[in-house]
Every structure is written in structure tokens, then in C-alpha cells.
């Protein structure tokens, strides 16, 4: 049965850290894609960042970049969001989710993983920033 556990959110004050971690199993973790979303409250979905785990190659949102950091650790079947500098607008309920099928493409020049790429979505977890 294929799960993901995503886990590590909390209350944090503006321009502090977090690491978020996702758990998987049921799956061959070498050979897909893990990603990461959030949402708001009233707010719609949007993609954080990706990773091929593969290849490890990585997709940041623009929205993120430079603060966050995604990894693959496969003999952990875990990957990993570091969150640092965090903002009051980085509040949401992030969710991790699974491509097993191959949809989600990440290049050196860009990224191709929207949400309707995943196949599995586990539970989020709750990230609070405040200022």
C-alpha cells in the first residue's frame, strides 16, 4: 500500500527555520517523484518544490527560492524540505505527494510538476509563521 507521511510543521517566528520530512513506502522510491505543496486558508494550492529521486535533480518555486531546499535521502525512502527565512505568506498546511508515473520532468533550466502530476497525496502538516 503506497503512504506518505508528511511531518515537522509548527510555530515559527518570521525568519526562523523548519524541516519538514516525508516518509514514504509501497513504492519503489528511486524511481518517481516526490513533491511538495502547501494552501492557505481561502487560498488555492501551489506547488513549493520537487525532486526526482532518480537523478535527484530539484524545482524550486520562485516564490521559494533561495530559502527553501529539497533533497532526496532513498535509503530512508524520506525527502527532506528545508525551510529557512521563513515569511508570514510561507503559512499553510504542506502536503508531500508522489508522480509514479513519470509525468513530472525537472531539467537544469526548469522544472515541470504540477499538482495533477501526483498520484498519491498523504496527510500535511501545518507550518505557522508569525511576524
Known amino acids: 500500500e503506497?503512504?506518505?507521511q508528511a511531518s515537522g510543521g509548527g510555530l515559527v517566528?518570521?525568519?526562523g527555520s523548519l524541516r519538514l520530512s516525508c516518509a514514504a513506502s509501497g513504492f519503489t522510491f528511486r524511481d518517481v517523484a516526490i513533491g511538495?505543496?502547501?494552501?492557505?486558508p481561502g487560498k488555492e494550492r501551489e506547488g513549493v518544490s520537487c525532486?526526482?529521486?532518480g537523478d535527484g535533480s530539484t524545482y524550486l518555486a520562485d516564490s521559494v527560492k533561495g530559502r527553501f531546499t529539497i533533497s532526496?535521502?532513498?535509503a530512508k525512502n524520506t525527502v527532506y524540505l528545508q525551510m529557512n527565512s521563513l515569511k508570514p505568506e510561507d503559512t499553510a498546511v504542506y502536503y508531500c505527494a508522489a508522480d509514479l508515473d513519470s509525468i513530472v520532468v525537472i531539467t537544469p533550466t526548469g522544472g515541470?510538476?504540477?499538482d495533477y502530476a501526483m498520484d498519491y497525496w498523504?496527510?500535511?502538516?501545518q507550518v505557522?509563521?508569525?511576524s
Open 112 to 114: 515541470f510538476c504540477p
Open 51 to 53: 525532486v526526482t529521486t
Open 13 to 15: 517566528q518570521a525568519g
Open 128 to 130: 505557522t509563521v508569525s
Open 36 to 40: 511538495w505543496f502547501r494552501q492557505a
Open 122 to 125: 498523504g496527510k500535511g502538516t
Open 72 to 74: 532526496s535521502d532513498n
Open 2 to 4: 503506497v503512504q506518505l
